[in-house]
């Protein structure tokens, strides 16, 4: 009763007129193909009907899926990108905004991985990085022919290069981030520990890296979800999986589940598994935040 007396006071529903075209669009773009995919997932789909299959897509995904166990697990390794990410992120970042000369120059030519396409660089790096690609042409001609491989097609090799062309595309949005976050920080504060002495060091991990913790919190969860659900395209232009699924990734295994292998019940079941995991890391990180900023 008292939610509906608050609605007929004009001064208390308005603001809710006004955001309520974007909830209508959430709920269109986001809510409602969830729900249809949480609903396709219990089915399977042969000669035009829908076969009620309730728990099995799921079973067969946990329990009997090799593919997929093994797409989680290359997923599992590029997660080692998120402390490289955030290492190389936060050091580019210091030095950067660091009195130093041509510090445009460098922001500049830091950002150009980012501004290119994914499948153009892609397709760039799936030339230089096969066997007779490039980089074997120079290891060659300099004497270092020990360094040969077939980057892309040997399975204990090919998920670390494809790490290697997303660190290189994906680094400076992180740069960028941590630029801005040490820019909003008091100056005062690295004159004062000038003035005790403090070193370059001592900056770093004393005043700069506890004034960026929300920062990096974001960025943590950000790489995160990047790792787990948008690295698709790399994957695909580099690798198509191979060599042996040795590149395959939850979001290629889901992929060829609905459109190569026309099993669009099972593809949503990995689908909202995968949701499912990313939910459930971005919750408990934000509750570990939450629980950090009441400790403090």
Do not use: C
């Not at 991985?113 to 096969?130: E, K, M, N, Q, T």
């Amino acid at each position: 009763m008292d939610f509906i007396r608050r609605l007929k006071n004009q001064r208390d529903y308005k603001p809710y007129l006004y955001i309520l075209p974007s909830i209508l669009l959430l709920i269109f773009v986001f809510f409602y193909p969830l729900i249809q995919n949480l609903y396709r997932s219990f089915f399977r789909f042969a000669g035009g009907k829908a076969i009620f299959f309730g728990l099995n897509n799921y079973k067969y995904l946990l329990l009997t899926d090799t593919i997929a166990r093994r797409a989680f697990l290359n997923n599992l390794t590029l997660l080692l990108i998120v402390p490289i990410f955030l290492i190389l992120a936060i050091l580019f970042a210091v030095l950067i905004t660091e009195k130093i000369r041509f510090r445009g120059l460098y922001q500049t030519i830091i950002i150009i991985p980012y501004i290119i396409s994914i499948v153009a660089a892609g397709v760039v790096f799936s030339r230089l990085l096969r066997f007779d690609g490039i980089i074997n042409f120079i290891l060659d001609n300099i004497g270092l022919d020990v360094l040969i491989h077939n980057w892309l097609g040997d399975p204990k090799l090919a998920i670390f290069s494809v790490m290697s062309v997303i660190v290189w595309k994906e680094l400076p949005f992180g740069i960028i981030l941590f630029i801005a976050g040490i820019s909003n920080i008091n100056p005062e504060i690295y004159e004062a520990a000038k003035i005790d002495g403090a070193n370059w060091w001592q900056n770093l991990f004393y005043i700069t890296i506890p004034q960026l913790k929300s920062v990096i919190n974001f960025y943590i969860v950000y790489n995160v979800m990047v790792i787990f659900a948008w690295i698709f395209t790399y994957v695909y232009v580099l690798t198509e999986g191979g060599p042996v699924n040795a590149t395959t990734i939850l979001e290629l295994r889901i992929f060829n589940l609905a459109f190569k292998e026309h099993n669009m019940g099972m593809a949503s079941a990995l689908a909202m598994l995968l949701f499912l995991m990313i939910f459930v890391f971005v919750y408990l990180q934000f509750r570990l935040r939450q629980e950090t900023l009441e400790e403090s």
